[in-house]
Protein backbone atom coordinates (compact mmCIF):
# COMPACT_ATOMS: atom_id res chain seq x y z
CA UNK A 1 0.00 0.00 0.00
CA UNK A 2 1.24 3.47 -1.08
CA UNK A 3 1.48 6.07 1.93
CA UNK A 4 1.17 9.54 1.57
CA UNK A 5 2.05 12.27 4.78
CA UNK A 6 0.16 15.78 4.55
CA UNK A 7 2.09 18.22 6.47
CA UNK A 8 -0.18 20.74 8.36
CA UNK A 9 0.63 23.86 10.16
CA UNK A 10 -1.63 26.52 12.16
CA UNK A 11 -2.90 28.79 9.06
CA UNK A 12 -3.26 25.90 6.57
CA UNK A 13 -5.97 25.82 3.93
CA UNK A 14 -8.96 23.64 4.88
CA UNK A 15 -10.04 22.63 1.53
CA UNK A 16 -6.38 21.98 -0.17
CA UNK A 17 -5.59 19.72 2.80
CA UNK A 18 -8.64 18.07 3.64
CA UNK A 19 -9.79 17.03 -0.46
CA UNK A 20 -6.05 15.49 -0.52
CA UNK A 21 -6.79 13.61 2.15
CA UNK A 22 -10.43 12.40 1.62
CA UNK A 23 -9.15 11.43 -1.64
CA UNK A 24 -6.51 9.61 -1.43
CA UNK A 25 -8.01 7.42 1.48
CA UNK A 26 -10.76 6.82 -1.09
CA UNK A 27 -8.12 5.25 -3.29
CA UNK A 28 -6.95 3.20 -0.77
CA UNK A 29 -3.71 4.72 -0.03
CA UNK A 30 -2.38 5.01 3.88
CA UNK A 31 -2.67 8.94 4.56
CA UNK A 32 -0.95 10.31 7.70
CA UNK A 33 -1.45 13.95 8.85
CA UNK A 34 1.14 15.19 10.45
CA UNK A 35 0.81 18.24 12.82
CA UNK A 36 3.95 20.47 12.04
CA UNK A 37 2.91 23.09 14.95
CA UNK A 38 1.33 20.52 17.43
CA UNK A 39 -1.23 17.86 17.39
CA UNK A 40 -4.33 19.74 16.83
CA UNK A 41 -3.56 22.36 13.89
CA UNK A 42 -5.83 25.31 13.38
CA UNK A 43 -7.15 26.12 9.50
CA UNK A 44 -6.86 29.80 8.34
CA UNK A 45 -10.95 29.16 8.92
CA UNK A 46 -10.99 27.92 12.03
CA UNK A 47 -11.54 24.44 11.70
CA UNK A 48 -9.54 22.56 13.72
CA UNK A 49 -7.82 19.18 12.56
CA UNK A 50 -6.44 16.55 15.06
CA UNK A 51 -3.35 15.14 13.51
CA UNK A 52 -2.32 11.52 14.06
CA UNK A 53 1.25 12.46 14.13
CA UNK A 54 3.53 14.62 15.65
CA UNK A 55 7.54 14.86 15.55
CA UNK A 56 7.53 11.34 15.47
CA UNK A 57 6.13 11.05 11.72
CA UNK A 58 9.28 13.11 10.71
CA UNK A 59 11.92 10.22 10.60
CA UNK A 60 9.09 8.05 8.78
CA UNK A 61 9.37 7.41 5.10
CA UNK A 62 6.64 7.82 2.93
CA UNK A 63 5.63 7.39 -0.75
CA UNK A 64 4.12 11.27 -1.20
CA UNK A 65 4.33 14.19 1.20
CA UNK A 66 1.94 16.69 0.41
CA UNK A 67 2.43 20.42 1.44
CA UNK A 68 -1.44 22.66 1.63
CA UNK A 69 -0.96 26.17 1.23
CA UNK A 70 -2.67 28.88 3.08
CA UNK A 71 -0.24 31.49 3.34
CA UNK A 72 0.36 31.37 7.45
CA UNK A 73 0.81 27.32 7.13
CA UNK A 74 2.61 27.62 4.11
CA UNK A 75 5.15 30.04 6.35
CA UNK A 76 4.91 27.96 9.10
CA UNK A 77 6.03 25.10 7.60
CA UNK A 78 8.91 26.57 5.99
CA UNK A 79 10.27 27.82 9.06
CA UNK A 80 9.61 24.23 10.51
CA UNK A 81 13.73 23.01 10.13
CA UNK A 82 12.22 19.62 10.91
CA UNK A 83 9.55 19.63 7.92
CA UNK A 84 12.02 21.26 5.74
CA UNK A 85 14.10 18.01 5.61
CA UNK A 86 11.67 15.87 5.54
CA UNK A 87 10.51 17.30 2.16
CA UNK A 88 14.45 17.96 0.57
CA UNK A 89 15.17 14.12 1.74
CA UNK A 90 11.80 12.75 0.27
CA UNK A 91 12.18 14.90 -2.94
CA UNK A 92 15.73 14.32 -2.85
CA UNK A 93 15.01 10.37 -3.03
CA UNK A 94 12.76 10.81 -6.09
CA UNK A 95 9.93 10.79 -4.30
CA UNK A 96 6.68 12.00 -5.03
CA UNK A 97 6.51 15.59 -3.17
CA UNK A 98 3.01 17.78 -4.02
CA UNK A 99 2.31 21.66 -3.20
CA UNK A 100 -0.64 23.91 -3.60
CA UNK A 101 -1.41 27.38 -3.57
CA UNK A 102 1.49 29.51 -1.29
CA UNK A 103 3.43 26.43 -0.46
CA UNK A 104 5.00 25.86 -3.82
CA UNK A 105 7.07 29.05 -3.35
CA UNK A 106 6.97 29.61 0.61
CA UNK A 107 8.21 26.17 1.22
CA UNK A 108 8.98 24.43 -1.92
CA UNK A 109 11.15 27.26 -3.19
CA UNK A 110 12.22 29.57 -0.36
CA UNK A 111 12.69 27.13 2.63
CA UNK A 112 13.75 23.89 0.54
CA UNK A 113 14.81 25.53 -2.66
CA UNK A 114 13.74 22.43 -4.55
CA UNK A 115 12.04 24.33 -7.83
CA UNK A 116 15.50 24.86 -9.85
CA UNK A 117 14.69 24.67 -13.32
CA UNK A 118 11.17 22.85 -12.89
CA UNK A 119 7.85 23.76 -14.41
CA UNK A 120 5.55 24.59 -11.42
CA UNK A 121 2.32 26.57 -10.52
CA UNK A 122 1.08 28.18 -7.35
CA UNK A 123 -1.24 31.31 -6.36
CA UNK A 124 -0.93 34.43 -8.83
CA UNK A 125 1.62 36.49 -7.82
CA UNK A 126 3.83 33.71 -5.41
CA UNK A 127 5.56 33.19 -8.93
CA UNK A 128 6.92 36.45 -8.22
CA UNK A 129 8.96 35.02 -5.21
CA UNK A 130 10.83 32.67 -7.43
CA UNK A 131 13.50 32.66 -9.44
CA UNK A 132 14.95 30.28 -11.37
CA UNK A 133 11.72 27.89 -12.02
CA UNK A 134 9.45 27.81 -14.75
CA UNK A 135 5.73 28.98 -13.90
CA UNK A 136 2.22 28.08 -15.42
CA UNK A 137 -1.04 29.30 -15.20
CA UNK A 138 -2.02 25.98 -15.52
CA UNK A 139 -4.25 24.57 -12.02
CA UNK A 140 -2.26 21.14 -12.02
CA UNK A 141 1.73 21.14 -13.15
CA UNK A 142 3.38 17.74 -12.83
CA UNK A 143 7.33 17.73 -13.21
CA UNK A 144 8.69 14.55 -12.81
CA UNK A 145 8.50 13.81 -8.84
CA UNK A 146 6.88 17.15 -8.58
CA UNK A 147 3.11 18.09 -8.44
CA UNK A 148 1.98 21.91 -8.01
CA UNK A 149 -1.16 22.99 -8.09
CA UNK A 150 -3.14 26.83 -7.87
CA UNK A 151 -5.46 27.66 -5.38
CA UNK A 152 -8.45 25.55 -3.08
CA UNK A 153 -10.49 25.82 -6.53
CA UNK A 154 -8.22 23.06 -7.82
CA UNK A 155 -7.76 20.53 -4.91
CA UNK A 156 -9.64 18.06 -6.81
CA UNK A 157 -7.22 18.06 -9.71
CA UNK A 158 -4.41 18.50 -7.15
CA UNK A 159 -5.73 15.28 -5.20
CA UNK A 160 -6.40 13.15 -8.58
CA UNK A 161 -3.04 14.05 -10.31
CA UNK A 162 -1.47 13.07 -6.60
CA UNK A 163 -3.52 9.63 -6.93
CA UNK A 164 -2.87 9.11 -10.82
CA UNK A 165 1.22 9.45 -10.23
CA UNK A 166 0.98 7.14 -7.18
CA UNK A 167 -1.84 4.24 -7.73
CA UNK A 168 -2.15 4.64 -11.74
CA UNK A 169 -4.59 6.78 -14.44
CA UNK A 170 -7.41 3.99 -13.35
CA UNK A 171 -7.37 4.45 -9.72
CA UNK A 172 -7.77 8.29 -10.09
CA UNK A 173 -10.11 8.66 -12.42
CA UNK A 174 -12.99 5.78 -10.47
CA UNK A 175 -11.99 8.51 -7.20
CA UNK A 176 -13.32 11.09 -9.79
CA UNK A 177 -16.30 9.29 -11.00
CA UNK A 178 -17.10 8.13 -7.58
CA UNK A 179 -16.97 12.25 -6.39
CA UNK A 180 -17.81 13.81 -9.78
CA UNK A 181 -15.12 15.64 -10.02
CA UNK A 182 -15.41 17.72 -13.15
CA UNK A 183 -12.44 18.52 -14.90
Not at 47 to 59: C, D, H, K, S
Not at 141 to 151: P, Q
Request: hydrophobic share 45%.
Amino acid sequence: MKTACVLLADGFEEVEAVTPIDYMRRAGIEVHILGVTGKTVSGSHGIRIEAGLGAEGFNADYDCIVVPGGARGADNIAANPAAVYLIKRHFGAGKLVAAICAAPAAVLHSACGILAGRRFTGFPGTEAKVEGAIFSEERVVVDGNLITSRAAGSAGEFSYAIISALEGERAAAEVANKVLLQS
